[in-house]
């Protein structure tokens, strides 16, 4: 079994809560009734947890009623099948994942240096990075890519905070030419006025940052005591990163480069005067 991004976050919330009590993984398994074998795999995600397993986990761990109806939701989510398997066969297990992470997300903090991030992408300028950095995708796929990347976006629709750090160099670019950057410019300036979406540019006169060479994604979900995971995607691998000294490494370097970073209103100030440019 692939471990789930719930399955992993539910098994994380439990394991917390078992080493604040003191049990080890074996202790806690002899207490509820099951080997410790299958704690383990329970703690990693890898096995699914029974609603009564879990009420005796509950239990034992005098895990607070709030919190446990939460994990006892995740239970029941992890292994739902997303809307995204309906695009199974042309998505790679990285692009999966970072929807998985996406899901149930409260807020994504992101930094690209070179691109608008997928989440704002339009459809014009998605498809331009989609063929040039697939140029051997069937036309079909690419319409099915493009349609599952919209179908991200409605996320931003549902509640979900987004900031967006990006280079200066991503809005100006002209990927697809000056008429599709434009459009994905104006579309930037709408969302960030509709939408509860923070966009800031670091300009092309900011000094070195710590995150000068990566592109990644930190993702916080709505329970605040939930870890926060970290997608970084590379051009030939992927990794998620969800151990708390990774994160605040990852935090520490969005920080760097947000303290570069134009403010939120002087960094749509300059995507307008990039737009007048391309007229």
Known sequence: MRPTVRSRRLGTRLG??????????????????????????????????????????????????EVAAHLE??????????????YGDILSEAVQMLIELEADASWIRTFEGQVIPGVLQTRDYAERIITAGSP?????????????????????????????????????????????LCEQLRHIARVVRERDVTVQVVPFTADAHAALCDSFVIIQWPDETDPEAVYVDGVTSWTVHERGGVVRSYLHALASVQSQALAPRDSLDLIHDVIKDLR
């Not at 809560?17 to 207490?31: I, N, P, W």
């Not at 976006?153 to 990006?166: D, M, S, W």
């Open 16 to 65: 917390t809560y078992r080493q604040q009590s003191g049990l080890s993984g074996t202790e806690l398994a002899t207490r509820i009734g099951i080997h410790q074998g299958s704690w383990s795999k329970i703690e990693s995600g890898k096995a699914k947890i029974s609603p009564n397993v879990l009420t005796r986990t509950v239990d034992v761990l005098d895990i607070p009623a």
């Open 73 to 86: 939701a995740l239970r029941r989510k992890a292994d739902e099948p997303g809307w995204w398997q309906d």
């Open 136 to 180: 051997h995708m069937r036309a079909a796929d690419i319409d099915r890519y493009l349609e599952l990347r919209m179908r991200r976006q409605k996320r931003l629709n549902e509640g979900l905070r987004l900031t967006a750090i990006v280079g200066e160099s991503a809005i100006r670019q002209q990927i697809g030419g000056p008429a599709i």
